[in-house]
């Protein structure tokens, strides 16, 4: 059995668990393994319905009032007791904050490996979950398996695989899992909880993006990156290191922890790439990538390679942009 | 008084090192540590309960012997004491062996803390997975993402700081009438506000308790004076024949560098003959995304 923790809570906007559903469809192609949702809360049958839709051929259900709010520690020891009882091969989670959260502690309950934020999985010739995730800072990957314990256990960020479509005609099968008495309590209690309006999307949004990275060289050159912004009608953005420097707010951190962005046109300055950052800018359209290592992963996911220091080459983009802006007015 | 105990991990200070097959590990002594940057945010929310009220800050970190000087800088910022666990036998450790070996040096060396402080996610591995874990093996409430962290006055919580379930009752039995701990953070688009009676595990948010600097005066007092304990495994009562690379259930098979080549046009030469040649090619597409004409006017 592969199974995929259902993470149902703002559920048009995160598709996490169908994606993972989807690709415990594939995983699941050779060896047969049933894939199976599971849904914990109160008033989920939309949500069974869902998942089967979507590829599960199973989803265990605890529907119980208590479980109306989301809480980390008691869905933990739900899953973990759910996972000693049925003894799933696999366990796959969207790494959604709450995900983040509450994988770990699944796994230290079931005494196992977790790998965090899979770039991919797939089963390898012994049979075993290969997963695939960015290591060391992210320059590097990491093929990673769970050779003796189990269950075989990774988070996967939203967006790194494709749902199927929503086939009304597939079947399924509902198992309710009875709910323990009394139910695991969560010591830390939940006193108010306000969907925050969403942050601004212009990131998300914009047409042309200005990434800086380290290689700009310091604070006051990665600022001038906002007058580049300026020029292009485009918005900034920065990595890791820039936001941990201080040169930039985390709200502009553009990676698998920020924002992912999906511009026509990109300009990264100064990035060496990392697979967090550059997992978040797939999407976008056209990279002129600026820096003095043209080995860098950056530079080789360019569709313009700039061998040269990122500092020079912006302030040269700003002085000539001006004079062609200036010979329109 | 307030305990509280700041888990710190030392983290290279560059972002690229050499991957060493033989050892299956990263050839981290090439690199220079430093205090992992959420570590450093999650002992400023420490040090800020102690600007306020009686508090007992230790630092504790598991890693190689140099760690050491993570932790004096932790000294210096103003915790008061620093406690290392350094065991060969710990090398390659996931987080799932990391947090047993925490768990235990807490349990040994200060089973009556009120509060354990973790970062979000370490800047080398990113797994955010040791605060949640740690939580689990302390058997304490925890919480992640924490951005704003408050102690309720003893009178407000009155009757209500005894332990209210299982979970809050350590092996320890000490006093821990402590007020309520009360937690804002922000998880999946959801502001919550949660409550907790002290023991806890929390891990702070990388927006908020911006790090203060070390004065030069307390970075040489913590390098002269400071007391730092220094643990191995045995110490901590873990099995002798320990080997924490062997019993970590995950295996890394192998690292590579991921080859997302594109077949692109690379430019090199002086920033200004670069950034003419890249009008030249290409002033189409980068005035299409910009909506603006950046195309030279004809010629007369």
Redesign the interface.
Known sequence: MIWVFGDYRNYFQNRVTLQLLAKARSLAEDSGALVCAVALGHGVDEYVREYIAHGADRVYVMDHPALAAYSAATFAALLAGLAKTHRPEIILVGATDFGRELAPRVARRLDTGLTADCVDLSINEDGLLKQTAPAFGGNLLAEIVTPRHRPQMATVRPGIFAELPHDDQRRGERVDAPPPDPMPADPATLVESVFAPRRDQRLEEARVVICGGRGMGSRARFRRLYELAGLLNGEVGATRPVVYAGWADHEALVGQAGRQIKPRLLFSFGISGAIQHTAAIHDAEFIIAVNKNPEAPMMKMADVAIVADAGQVSAALIKQLKERLRKHS | MLKLIVCVKQV?RV???P?DPKRGA?RRDLADGMMD?AAKRALEAALRIKDARPARVTAICMGPPMAEATLREALALGADAGLLITDGRLAGA???IT?TVLAAAIRSRCPDFHLVLCGR?T????????G??L???LE??????VEHLEILPDAESEGEAAP?????QMDCGMDRDIGRI??RR????????????PP?VITIS??EY?PRHAPMAGLQTAFEKGVVETLDAAALGLPPDLSAAAR???????????????R??????S??K???A??QQ??D??G??????????EEE
């Open positions: 290279p972002s690229e090192l991957w990263l940057p996931d987080t799932l947090t996610q800047s080398d591995s990113e797994t955010a997975q040791v949640p874990q939580a689990e093996a304490v409430a925890g919480v992640a993402y209210e379930s299982g979970a809050s009360r937690v922000l998880c999946d688009g959801f502001l919550e506000t949660l409550e907790m009676a806890a990388d927006r911006r970590s259930p995950t295996r890394i098979l192998r690292v590579y560098s991921p080859a997302a080549e594109k692109n046009v690379a430019l090199r030469g920033a200004s670069i950034v003419e890249l009008f290409y002033d597409r980068i299409g995304a910009a909506g603006r004409d950046i195309k030279p006017p």
